[in-house]
C-alpha cells in the first residue's frame, strides 16, 4: 500500500542539498513542468534516470505546443518526438499530464477524446481542465468524466480552496492569487491512481490545517485499494518539501500499512538538472 507525494519542482534555495537526486531523498514523486516548455534532451533524460530510483515517479506535463498552441489538433509528431525522449525512464513515468487551457471547453470534448484514444495505454494519461463548465454544470462534469473514463484517463485534482480563503499576506501570494485557477474542489477518482494538486499558503499552519479533507479522501481512497500521488504546494514553497512528507505522515498514521518515506541521505555534489 503506497502513497506518493511530491512537489512542483525538485529544487529551491530553501530546500537541504540542491537537484534531483537530493529531491529523491526526501519524496517520491515530482511535478515535471519543465517538460511544457521544452522537449528534454536525451542526456538530460538520462541524467533524471540516473539521479533517481527505480520506484520514483514523474508526471510530465506535455508541451505546450500541444496542449495549448494547438489544441490536441495536429500532434502526432511532438507527441511522438515527446515520448520517444522521456523513454528512458520507463516505470519511472507515473502518468503523461496532459494540462489544457482555461479556455479549453465543452465545446472540446471530442478533440479531447479523439486525442486521449491516439496516446498509448501505458504510462496513464491525467487530464487536468480549468473551464468553469466543467466544474459548475453538472452535465459537463459528467461527460467530462465519460469521455476520461472510456480510455482509463484520470482527472488530475488540484485545491485552491484554502489559498483564496483569505486576502493574500505576501507579494508571492498575490502573485498566486493572480495565477491559480479560483474553482470548486472536486475529489472523483477515476482510476487506481488518483492524482491530487494541492495549493496551500505561505503560513504552514494554515497550509496544514487546509489539508485535512484530503488526508481523510487519500485514507479512503487506500482502503478502496487505490494508490494516490499527492503534490503539495505553497506560493513561495520554501516549506513544501518538508510539508509533502508531513502530509505522508498524517496519511500513515491513519493507514500504518502505508510503505514510509525512506529517511533522507547524504547526496553527491549538486548536478546541473
Known amino acids: 500500500m503506497e502513497v506518493r507525494v511530491g512537489c512542483a519542482m525538485w ?14 531523498n526526501h519524496c517520491n ?11 528534454p534532451s536525451a542526456s538530460t533524460v538520462a541524467s533524471w534516470a540516473e539521479q533517481t530510483p527505480p520506484d520514483f515517479r514523474f508526471l510530465l506535463k506535455l508541451p505546450k505546443q500541444v496542449t495549448h498552441e494547438r489544441r490536441l489538433h495536429d500532434v502526432a509528431v511532438p507527441v511522438r518526438t515527446f515520448l520517444d525522449a522521456v523513454e528512458p525512464l520507463g516505470e519511472r513515468v507515473h502518468a503523461l499530464w496532459v494540462q489544457l487551457p482555461a479556455s479549453f471547453g465543452p465545446t472540446e470534448l471530442d478533440a479531447l477524446g479523439a486525442f486521449l484514444r491516439r496516446m498509448p495505454r501505458s504510462p496513464g494519461t491525467a487530464v487536468e481542465v480549468r473551464h468553469p463548465a466543467f466544474f459548475e454544470d453538472p452535465r459537463w462534469a459528467a461527460r467530462l468524466a465519460e469521455v476520461l473514463g472510456s480510455v482509463g484517463a484520470e482527472q488530475v485534482l488540484f485545491d485552491t480552496s484554502v489559498l483564496f480563503a483569505a486576502p493574500p499576506t505576501s507579494a508571492m501570494e498575490e502573485e498566486a492569487w493572480q495565477r491559480k485557477p479560483r474553482l470548486p474542489r472536486r475529489s472523483h477518482a477515476l482510476t487506481a491512481n488518483p492524482v491530487v494538486r494541492y495549493i496551500g ?4 499552519a494554515e497550509t496544514v490545517a487546509g489539508w485535512g479533507y484530503w488526508v481523510d479522501t487519500v485514507v479512503g481512497w487506500l482502503r478502496e485499494g487505490r494508490s ?34 525512506p529517511e ?10
Open 264 to 273: 533522507p541521505q547524504p547526496t553527491e555534489p549538486p548536478t546541473l538538472f
Open 228 to 261: 494516490p500521488t499527492v503534490f503539495v504546494h505553497t506560493p513561495d514553497n520554501a516549506h513544501a518539501l518538508t510539508l509533502a512528507r508531513r502530509f505522508h505522515e498524517e496519511v500513515r498514521a491513519r493507514v500504518p500499512e502505508v510503505e514510509p518515506l
Open 29 to 39: 514523486a515530482v511535478e515535471g513542468n519543465t517538460t511544457f516548455y521544452a522537449t
Open 201 to 204: 499558503r505561505d503560513d504552514d
Open 11 to 24: 529544487t529551491h534555495p530553501a530546500w537541504p542539498g540542491r537537484g534531483l537526486r537530493a529531491y529523491a
